[in-house]
């Protein structure tokens, strides 16, 4: 067998206190321990052969078994038939050429060393003799009174440089030194606090493998689900929204169907044996960081994932409780309903949409969103689980969900307008397998809830493109990842134009689809929303002034210095007299100034611009100034082109005079030299400059759709928020 190394449990029995050694060595292996010595300095070896015996059972060959110095004990717990894999050697513990003579040349044995004159003697040895070293201690610890000077990090690294065998690092090492460890060339990290004395050693081994393989690595996120060869639901969207959110998908499959756009012809469910196989074949294998449970097809397949998810304890587990395709065929049988309750109570998240929550919460199909609401709450608190009701079949024109959490009296609200579209196949699969991903990113649920749904509605605005069948089409999973492609590569300055709006698109048709900018352009905006706005734009452009004369003292030539100079006098003195005409003293202006307070979203967005101009990064900073010019000209444009309808561009509009100062035409041509400016710096500057260019830009742009959003919000404050999203990303419309 090959060893990882990379996470190595050495056993204390003081440590791991009554529940005792066997039961730690077992939790730490299903958590992704490789391998694990026992070590026992006061047994017999009597004892030391029947512990043996025992690990070797418990184990059961997923993990690597050696014995600390007992090289006698090792021998006979083989011939009893352990599987004992080798021994670990002190410098002054048996030899290690006497110990591969006995134990064959298959034998994994280890020895300790931190000098120079260990690392000799290893060299004096015949080759094969030591598989690996053990280099310690890192840190002052108390598992080992006698220990050395620690050699730190450093010491470490030096070490492992100078040694041609794998260097295991032990001794006092906590998971903040795993990457660092890794990093100074360690092939492995061993422990025996950390995991021996943590509350949940799977958990906590799975912590460290998580931290070995890299803050940012891919998380695996498993479906456990039915496959759809269209392609647009199931396993095939599954692996897709997957992918799309920054995962490694796999899939077992539970059912297949025949179906496609139009609907479902056929379902065939093979052995729930032959799942069990599939899943244990996984988890015995991968660190699985997440998975997502769709269709069940019978109560034997429940059972089956039920039984399995209690064995292999996956971190993260949502469960889609699929009853029903989009088309209205079947994909659970009817009494296999009951057997689901038992299932969802493993899940951490349940995401059913308002016909299953129906079913689950045995009640009639909620006819209001407040209806829905109220019988997630039922379901939640009869299930001890969190729900995400979708709000998908729900008729009019938004499309809501809202996450449930009854066990800490939890509901929050994602708004929003519901999209034009028929291709809607496969939209509860995806964005069940999305949020595991996102939470498997290590999001917490609002946060992933947000980023899944933002994917989702961008996926969904671009599904019927695809022309894919006659019936419900697919949404396009990889919409997104298609249109900021090549971001990356170098763009030229037009490229970057066009790359850069495009990436803004879901954020612009966002900012379309708001209420206040719908009621803006027919004329029913309210006036108390109109300026309240007002207001805060008022205090919104008095900050951006400043921003923007940061941006004229760090500009890199005279003639741009002049344009952002220019801009923040632009900014300041237009705008503000602007406002002077439509704000009245008792709505917050007088004599010219203001006594309005900023809301939140406007000292947000301030706190954004004023933060990209701290860091000094020139390109940063007028990246992050560009959306307001770009935006505002945009929508100026469209509303004068009569875009949102003619009335718009008439002069008995409320507030034609208002709306026509956005389609300026010097206005206009600012934004024209903004945009050439930002796309020139972005073009020059390296990926990594325009990353953080593009982070900024688009942060900009997400705080200009909240605060569009804001006025209607704060009029109508519906939503029952038990935690504050005041982030921008939360798009509240
Ligand atoms: N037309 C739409 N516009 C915007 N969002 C939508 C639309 N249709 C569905 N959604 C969103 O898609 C997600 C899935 O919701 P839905 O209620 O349709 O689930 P479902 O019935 O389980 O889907 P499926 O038919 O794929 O099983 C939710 O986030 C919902 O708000
Ligand atoms: C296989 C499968 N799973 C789930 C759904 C729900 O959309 C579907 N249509 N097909
Ligand atoms: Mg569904």
Not at 200 to 210: G, S, V
Not at 689 to 713: I, K, N, Q, V
């Amino acid at each position: 067998m090959s060893i990882d190394l990379s996470l190595y449990l050495v056993t204390d029995p003081v440590l791991c206190g009554e529940r005792g050694v066997v039961d730690v060595v077992r939790e730490a292996v299903a958590g992704g321990v490789g391998i694990v010595q026992l070590r026992d300095k006061t047994a017999t070896d009597a004892q030391i052969v029947d512990q043996l015996i025992e690990l070797s059972d418990v184990i059961d060959a997923r993990a690597a078994l050696v014995v600390n110095d007992r090289l006698d004990a090792a021998l006979e717990a083989r011939a009893r038939g352990a599987r004992v894999d080798g021994v670990h050697l002190g410098q002054s513990d048996t030899s290690v050429e006497r110990a591969r003579e006995l134990l064959g040349p298959d034998a994994i044995i280890g020895l300790t060393a931190n000098t120079a004159a260990h690392l000799d003697a290893v060299r004096a040895l015949p080759p094969g003799t030591v598989d690996h070293l053990g280099v310690g201690v890192i840190r002052p610890t108390d598992t080992k009174p006698d220990h050395p000077a620690p050699l730190g990090i450093e010491g470490f690294r030096a070490f492992a440089e100078l040694s041609e065998l794998p260097c295991v690092a032990i001794g006092g090492v906590g998971i903040d030194d795993v990457e660092a460890l890794r990093d100074a060339g360690a092939a492995g990290i061993a422990v025996v606090s950390a995991l021996c004395a943590a509350d949940d050693p799977r958990t906590e081994a799975r912590a460290f493998r998580r931290r070995w393989r890299g803050a940012a690595s891919v998380p695996r996120v498993l479906s456990i689900a039915g496959s759809d060869p269209s392609g647009g639901a199931g396993i095939q969207a599954d692996l897709k929204s997957i992918g799309a959110n920054g995962g490694y998908g796999m899939a077992a499959i539970t059912a297949l169907t025949v179906q496609n756009t139009q609907g479902v012809r056929a379902v065939h469910v093979p052995p729930a044996d032959f799942l069990r196989a599939q899943l244990d074949a996984l988890s015995v294998d991968i660190d699985i960081d997440a998975v997502k449970i769709g269709m069940l097809a019978d109560a034997a397949v429940i059972r089956t994932v039920t039984a399995w998810l209690d064995d292999a304890r996956p971190p993260i587990v949502i469960v889609d409780p699929v009853m029903v395709a989009t088309s209205g065929d079947r994909l659970l049988e009817e009494d296999a309903e009951h057997a689901l309750r038992d299932l969802l109570r493993r899940a951490d998240l349940v995401t059913p949409n308002l016909l299953e929550l129906a079913v689950l919460a045995d009640t009639v199909i909620a006819d209001s969103w407040p209806a829905a609401i109220a019988d997630a709450e039922r379901l939640s608190a009869d299930i001890g689980v969190a729900v995400l009701i979708k709000g998908g079949h729900l008729g009019g024109d938004q499309s809501p969900d809202a996450f449930v959490d009854a066990t800490t009296a939890t509901v929050q609200q994602f708004p929003g307008t519901r999209i034009d579209t028929d291709a809607t196949h496969g939209t509860g699969c995806s964005l069940s397998s999305a949020l595991a991903t996102q939470r498997a990113l290590g999001k917490e649920w609002p946060q992933a809830v947000i980023a899944a749904r933002e994917w989702l509605r961008e996926s969904l605005r671009a599904g019927a493109e695809l022309q894919v069948g006659r019936g419900h089409g697919p949404i396009d999973h990889f919409a997104g990842s298609r249109a900021r492609g090549g971001i990356d590569t170098s763009p030229t300055r037009d490229e970057v134009v066009t790359q850069w709006w495009e990436h803004i698109s879901a954020i612009r048709a966002d900012i379309d689809e708001l209420p206040f900018v719908r009621a803006l352009a027919d004329g029913t905006l309210d006036r108390g929303a109109f300026t309240h706005y007002l207001a805060q734009d008022a205090l919104y452009l008095s900050g951006y002034a400043r921003v923007l004369a940061d941006a004229a003292r760090l500009a890199p030539t005279a003639k741009e210095q002049a344009f952002w100079a220019n801009s923040a006098h632009g900014s300041i003195v237009g705008e503000l007299e602007l406002h002077a005409q439509w704000l009245t003293p008792d709505e917050g202006v007088s004599d010219g100034t203001f006594s309005a307070t900023p809301s939140p979203t406007t000292t947000a967005y301030l706190d954004h611009l004023r933060s990209s101009a701290y860091g000094g990064d020139y390109a940063q900073l007028i990246a992050a100034l560009l959306p307001c010019f770009w935006l505002y000209t945009d929508l100026g444009l469209r509303l004068g082109e009569g875009h949102f309808g003619d009335f718009a561009r008439s002069m008995t509009h409320p507030y034609a005079s208002w709306l026509r100062t956005y389609a300026d035409e010097s206005f206009a041509e600012a934004t024209q030299q903004a945009i050439e400016y930002v796309a020139s710096a972005a073009a020059a500057s390296d990926g990594e400059g325009r990353m953080r260019m593009l982070r900024a830009f688009e942060a900009s742009a997400r705080h200009e759709l909240a605060f569009f959003a804001e006025p209607l919000r704060h009029e109508s404050c519906v939503s029952a928020l038990s935690r504050s999203s005041a982030a921008p990303e939360a798009k509240m419309v």
